[in-house]
């Protein structure tokens, strides 16, 4: 285990086989299955593949470029072509120094999973690998995450839920209308950020300010009122600092406030927070974002 590639190999094959596989899979299709699963973790979850970020593999490092430069969040607005270009250099990857590294370890008595020979276009899975994989494959999955979680809290020391956010395959989240209702009672109603006042010419938007995709998780304090625009335009970055100042503030004017029934009391300590902020800067969280000067009126 000095990487996540054997993990991510188990869980690629696991789902093509899912889907309905040939025993020949191209390596094109898991250097596809690749990309997405990478993609979720570096660019969704924003999670390091390696200590730092210049030391990842460099498909990794291409996945989060492709991401930066094409605005792209998630994959599936990606353009056509880039993907494509993706998925080509990750299955030359595969024949670099994964498929052939990903029975070294295996007890001599066990079979392989698949065979391939080296300038071969397709992996083939037998019959019978083929079988265990279908009768097990949720277990397998479950394997392959707790070991591709393993690696990542190595390098990711400080980030939260790392198994979730392996077993997850995006940024799903539940509605934020709830906390919406009860923010709209709580707080004033301007934005937390820019502090121009929300009425129904400006939507309103409920901001995590630790992100979403940080902390995977709605906590009450670490949500507040935004404009649609500072929500947009902060995205899933984390706030210059003054914000967290503010953000302890806003959760100790709310502990005097008695809350709708059903939701607890949102203090945190001022240094739980400052620690999440500190934790999302330790693994290269992009950093700093403000609404430009002219909107911010204090
Ligand atoms: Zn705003």
């Known amino acids: 285990m000095s990487s996540s590639y054997k993990p991510a190999l188990l869980k690629a094959i696991v789902r093509i086989v899912r889907a309905g596989a040939e025993p020949a899979i191209p390596l094109l299709r898991i250097g596809s299955q690749f990309v997405?699963?990478?993609?979720?973790?570096?660019?969704?979850?924003?999670?390091?593949?390696?200590?730092?970020?210049?030391?990842e593999p460099e498909v990794v490092r291409r996945i989060r470029s492709a991401a930066d430069m094409n605005g792209a969040r998630t994959i599936d607005v990606l353009p056509p072509a880039v993907r494509e270009r993706l998925d080509r250099e990750m299955a030359r990857v595969l024949t670099i120094n994964v498929l052939q590294a990903f029975h070294r370890s295996k007890p001599a008595s066990m079979g392989c999973l698949f065979e391939w020979s080296p300038g071969s276009e397709f992996i083939i899975v037998p019959n019978a690998a083929m079988e265990f994989v279908r009768l097990n494959a949720r277990a397998l999955e479950s394997i392959a995450n707790l070991w591709w979680a393993r690696w990542l809290e190595k390098v990711n020391v400080l980030a939260p839920l790392v198994i979730e956010k392996v077993e997850r395959d995006g940024?799903?989240?539940?509605?934020?209308?709830?906390?919406?209702?009860?923010?709209?009672?709580?707080?004033?109603?301007?934005?937390?950020?820019?502090?121009?006042?929300?009425?129904?010419?400006?939507?309103?938007?409920?901001?995590?300010?630790?992100?979403?995709?940080?902390?995977?998780?709605?906590?009450?304090?670490?949500?507040?009122?935004?404009?649609?625009?500072?929500?947009?335009?902060?995205?899933?970055?984390?706030?210059?600092r003054d914000f967290i100042d503010k953000l302890a503030q806003t959760g100790l004017r709310r502990a005097k406030i008695t809350l709708p029934p059903g939701f607890i009391s949102p203090l945190l300590a001022r240094e739980e927070i400052d620690r999440y902020y500190e934790a999302a800067l330790s693994v290269e969280w992009p950093v700093g974002w403000a609404p430009a000067p002219n909107l911010a009126e204090h």
């Open 36 to 55: 997405k699963l990478y993609w979720v973790q570096t660019v969704v979850f924003r999670l390091r593949q390696a200590a730092t970020i210049i030391s």
């Open 171 to 240: 940024a799903e989240r539940a509605s934020l209308t709830k906390y919406l209702r009860v923010l709209l009672q709580i707080d004033e109603p301007k934005c937390f950020y820019c502090r121009r006042a929300l009425n129904d010419g400006l939507s309103t938007h409920v901001d995590h300010v630790i992100p979403w995709s940080f902390l995977l998780e709605d906590p009450l304090w670490d949500l507040v009122l935004a404009c649609a625009n500072c929500n947009i335009a902060k995205s899933d970055t984390l706030p210059r």
